[in-house]
């Protein structure tokens, strides 16, 4: 059974950083492409980024490039999202999805973590 | 970015009733290898997503069969045959053809 389990979500101050990180099990994640979807409070879903099973391709949302970066360490089925110059905006549910088609198609979902900008 | 239209946004159903949802996509999903990649989501009340139907029509593993998704080219619909209780919450539809994904904004079911 596919399971992602995120966590680091936090309160944070505008302007701030925080790593989010996702433990998967129940599938080969070198396989797999792997996803970051956002759900603002009382909002729809919002694609963030993606990364390519092997780590050597990423995708990012026009909204976080060159603030947020996707990772991911296969020896610990772990994908990671530094958030850096987090802004009131980014403040949402953020889940991590297993994926394919280069990460454009997520399936499975973990259960999110909540990332709060205020000051 | 492909905006995605879900209609209508509010969908009130009577329990057994069929319920059907709209979701039109500004270009064509048709991918250069012949896949149309337009899924569903669920979204019950305080819970995760759970993918219903990807690739316009095919059912995950556990949905009912009372979900039947159908469409082509820019638009898709997605059936509940008979609606149950435990249907109630938010649909998503979804495109995976073009960078970005993008989602439609969502539909919320709920019974009357």
């Known amino acids: 059974e596919v399971q992602l389990l995120e966590s680091g979500g936090d309160l944070v101050q505008p302007g701030g950083s925080l790593r989010l990180s996702c433990a998967a099990s129940?599938?080969?994640?070198?396989?797999?492409?792997m996803s970051w979807v956002r759900q603002a409070p009382g909002k729809g879903l919002e694609w963030v980024s993606a990364?390519?099973?092997?780590?050597?391709?990423?995708y990012y949302a026009d909204s976080v490039k060159g603030r947020f970066t996707i990772s991911r360490d296969n020896s610990k089925n772990t994908l990671y999202l530094q958030m850096n110059s987090l802004r009131v905006e980014d403040t949402a549910v953020y889940y991590c999805?297993?994926?394919w088609g280069s990460g454009r198609n997520p399936e499975n979902w973990g259960q999110g973590t909540l990332v709060t900008v205020s000051s | 970015d492909v905006v995605m239209t879900q209609s209508p946004l509010s969908l009130p159903v009577t329990l057994g009733q069929p319920a059907s949802i709209s979701c039109r996509s500004s270009?064509?999903?048709?991918?250069?290898?012949?896949?149309?990649?337009l899924s569903w989501f669920q979204q019950r009340p305080g819970q995760s997503p759970r993918r219903l139907i990807y690739?316009?029509?095919l059912r995950d593993s556990g949905v009912p069969d009372r979900f039947s998704g159908s469409g082509s080219g820019t638009d898709f619909t997605l059936k509940i045959s008979r609606v149950e209780a435990d249907d109630v919450g938010v649909y998503y539809c979804?495109?995976?053809?073009?960078?970005?994904?993008?989602f439609g904004g969502g539909t919320k079911v709920e019974i009357k």
């Open positions: 270009q064509s999903l048709v991918h250069s290898d012949g896949n149309t990649y």
């Open positions: 979804m495109q995976g053809t073009l960078w970005p994904p993008t």
């Open positions: 129940g599938f080969t994640f070198i396989n797999c492409a």
């Open positions: 690739k316009v029509s």
């Open positions: 999805a297993k994926s």
């Open positions: 990364i390519s099973g092997s780590g050597d391709s990423t």
